[in-house]
């Protein structure tokens, strides 16, 4: 079974700042997908990024980057520029079951944003 | 708007009841999944149908089921209804597989009493 894991349950930071949420997997895939979402206080989830693992270039989407390494399985992502509308739980998911696909979701990081 | 629709919003029901949960996904996406989100097992997957069969089970439990209907809309029932059901559900909704992205209704929180 695929896990998922997110080790820090709360981070927060300074407007403008840049912070990094952390996410490490387990998968005997070789090649799969991984995504961010992001759960603001509406409670709808949307995706923040994803990225292919046959892909080494790591994925960039305007504020939001992630640090994808392979081998060690771990998928953080990097938010520059902190702004109050960042502040939100953010899931870390990976897809499995070719052909099903649902989405494993680590236990989310709530993200606070300092004024 | 991500384009998924979920019925109703909120929905405060009595143990031992049972309610239905309907789901709207995108024009066009075969695929629904339903979703759990409790506080104390954060999100599981529970159901995934594709253009009207069912794909996958998670852990879903054997008072609830759910089906997909024609026009794709899906509906989660949930039966005999337990204080520890209360959770908020996720609809969700794909075009297709691999890197393409999940589109989450807005939930329904459904309170158990």
């Known amino acids: 079974a695929q896990t998922v894991t997110q080790s820090q349950p709360e981070m927060s930071v300074q407007e403008a700042e840049t912070v990094t949420l952390s996410c490490t997997y387990d998968?005997?895939?070789?090649?799969?997908?991984l995504f961010w979402y992001k759960q603001p206080p509406s409670r709808q989830m949307i995706l923040v990024i994803r990225?292919?693992?046959?892909?080494?270039q790591n994925a960039t989407e305007n504020r939001f980057s992630v640090n994808f390494q392979k081998a060690a399985k771990s998928f953080s992502l990097k938010i520059s520029d902190s702004q109050l509308g960042d502040a939100a739980m953010y899931f870390c998911?990976?897809?499995?079951?070719?052909?099903?696909?649902?989405?494993?979701f680590g236990t989310g990081t709530r993200l606070t944003i300092i004024p | 708007d991500s384009g998924v629709t979920q019925t109703p919003k909120h929905l405060i029901t009595a143990t031992g009841q049972r309610v239905t949960l309907r789901c709207s996904p995108r024009?066009?996406?075969?695929?629904v999944y339903w979703y759990q989100q409790s506080l104390d097992q954060g999100l599981q997957f529970l159901i995934h149908?594709?253009?009207?069969?069912?794909?996958a089970k998670g852990n879903i439990l054997e008072r609830f089921s759910a089906q997909q209907f024609p026009d794709l809309h899906s509906e989660l029932n949930l039966s005999s209804l337990e204080l520890g059901d209360s959770a908020l559900y996720f609809c969700?909704?794909?075009?297709?597989?691999?890197?393409?992205?999940?589109?989450f209704g807005q939930g329904t929180r459904l309170t158990v009493v």
């Open positions: 969700a909704s794909r075009k297709g597989g691999g890197a393409a992205e999940a589109f």
């Open positions: 998968t005997s895939e070789s090649d799969y997908y």
């Open positions: 990225q292919e693992a046959y892909k080494q």
């Open positions: 998911a990976l897809p499995e079951d070719f052909g099903n696909e649902k989405l494993t």
């Open positions: 024009s066009g996406d075969l695929s």
């Open positions: 149908y594709y253009n009207g069969e069912e794909r």
